[in-house]
């Protein structure tokens, strides 16, 4: 085909060898490049073969010749193909329904000039043109609304995993904020990265006072290929959070699983912070409360590790309340943490009690014995006038009950409200026996030490009177524990050999 045929429109003639002048196909090969079928069936071959044509021109005379035909299967075949009929003998009717069908475009009579013919051609190519473009703006059109149902799938996509993301995000920050230690931060966080990092192996350590305090890991065995994420804070680094690559020696984090991570990392690392912060509070602040329950200890001459034992009994029989499914809906980590700060607070209410009385070496008379109970009072009253400035501080309400509660007796005789079983405050029940233990096996001014056998049986008689039969129980069958913290933290002057005494010898 010559270069130039190739930019012309194409058109197919068929039948009308016979009907077009010579001069009129002359006149449509210049402007046009023409091809010519005998008949339908011929027309038909040749647009599977070199179609389709963007005009036909085809003659219906009700002969059975097939024109009208013929552009009917043409146009179904290629819908921008448009339809010339030169008609003869035509019923009007089948020619408007053809017209209406959109079959044929322009109907000329069979013995149309060729001036005719040639204009309805021309117009007949500017239809096909126009045919063509509003095709080719529905074929962008249905482009445009492919890419947007496609970037719609994308974008719910994104939207979904985003979601998800969020999601886990926030129940990381759930579960970190209600992380209470260091070992509950380093566990959440290792689960945490681990699940939004396909499940690889992930190490967490993060470091206190120590070098290291605690690590987790979490996830599968980890490969040499590691990435480290450290956990960096005002403070400085506080840890570090190692994620396995894979075997692959070139396999990074990508863009997303960085911001991921360091997310991560940054709510994790002022966790730790926040965590030591706190642990350095509450240090500072156990200091201050041992230090002003050491101000009334010392006047009354007592041991110097005294408050120190007592806290360490009443953890032992707190938890073991606990282990023996004793008070368990009371019984938490809380009122264990309360239960040992507040301890030391129980005779604080000392600091109220003239030296004449407090220091007196001999008995006290019944008027002296009455000012002493007094400290139950004093302690309690002075430590709700601290919680009136700090209402939400547990210590201090399990101080106060303490130190108001721990000269109560279960069977009622105790002072100073003579409370019975258990109106009587567990955290006081437990400071009691506590309390008891330690000053009959140490020493004072007014007697010599006990040995922990002849405590501990007197103790058990004291069941059910003195004392909570089940904190009495909980202590018996830890009393070997209670002896190790006894020996562990015995004072010079309970060196001496104990012996025993009767327990009515003046315990203030």
Not at 127 to 138: F, N, T, V
Not at 326 to 349: K, Y
Not at 370 to 394: C, K, Y
Request: contains cysteine; hydrophobic residues 40%; charged residues 30%.
């Amino acid at each position: 085909m010559h270069p130039e045929q190739s930019n012309k429109q194409r058109i197919l003639i068929v039948g009308l060898q016979a009907a077009v002048d010579p001069g009129c196909k002359r006149l449509l090969s210049e402007r046009y490049q023409v091809a010519e079928a005998r008949d339908r069936a011929s027309a038909l071959d040749l647009a599977r073969e070199q179609g389709p044509f963007a005009v036909v021109v085809a003659e219906e005379n009700g002969n059975g010749c097939g024109g009208l035909e013929a552009l009917r299967e043409l146009r179904a075949a290629s819908p921008a193909s448009v339809g010339v009929l030169l008609s003869d003998g035509v019923p009007v009717e089948t020619l408007l329904g053809a017209v209406q069908a959109g079959d044929v475009f322009r109907c000329l009579d069979a013995l149309a000039s060729d001036e005719h013919l040639l204009r309805a051609v021309d117009e007949s190519l500017r239809r096909h043109a126009e045919i063509e473009s509003l095709r080719l703006g529905e074929d962008e059109l249905e482009f445009v609304r492919e890419a947007l149902r496609s970037l719609n799938e994308r974008f719910g996509e994104r939207i979904a995993e985003q979601s998800s993301l969020l999601e886990r995000l926030h129940r990381f920050a759930v579960d970190l904020s209600g992380a209470d230690s260091m070992a509950a931060i380093a566990d959440v966080t290792a689960r945490a990265v681990s699940g939004l990092m396909q499940g690889r192996g992930v190490h967490v350590q993060l470091w206190g006072e120590r070098e290291l305090a605690v690590e987790a890991f979490h996830g599968p065995e980890m490969s040499s290929n590691l990435h480290e994420e450290p956990l960096l804070t005002r403070d400085g680094i506080l840890g570090e959070i190692t994620i396995d690559l894979g075997t692959r020696n070139d396999r990074k984090l990508d863009e997303h699983e960085t911001h991921v991570l360091r997310s991560i990392t940054t709510s994790c690392a002022v966790a730790v912070r926040n965590e030591l912060r706190r642990g350095q509070r509450e240090h500072a602040q156990q200091a201050m409360i041992l230090a002003l329950a050491r101000l009334s200890e010392q006047r009354d001459e007592a041991t110097g590790k005294h408050l120190e034992r007592v806290s360490l009994y009443c953890k032992l029989v707190a938890e073991g309340l606990r282990e023996d499914g004793r008070h368990v809906d009371m019984i938490d980590d809380a009122f264990i943490e309360n239960l040992v700060r507040s301890a030391p607070l129980h005779d604080i209410g000392k600091v109220g009690i003239p030296d004449a009385i407090l220091l007196k070496p001999g008995k006290l008379s019944p008027e002296e014995w009455q000012i002493m109970r007094t400290h139950a009072e004093i302690g309690a009253q002075t430590i709700e006038s601290v919680m009136r400035d700090f209402p939400d501080q547990g210590f201090l309400v399990c101080g106060r009950d303490i130190a108001r509660g721990h000269h109560e007796k279960w069977d009622g005789s105790g002072y100073p409200m003579g409370l019975k079983g258990e109106a009587i405050p567990l955290a006081a029940r437990i400071v009691a026996l506590s309390d008891v233990y330690d000053a009959l096996t140490s020493a004072r001014p007014y007697k010599q030490p006990w040995t922990h056998a002849d405590a501990l049986k007197w103790i058990v008689e004291q069941t059910g009177k003195h004392f909570d039969p089940h904190v009495v129980e909980s202590f018996a069958k830890r009393a070997e524990q209670a002896d190790a913290i006894r020996a562990r933290l015995r004072d010079a002057q309970d060196e001496a050999a104990a012996q025993s005494a009767h327990p009515a010898a003046d315990a203030r």
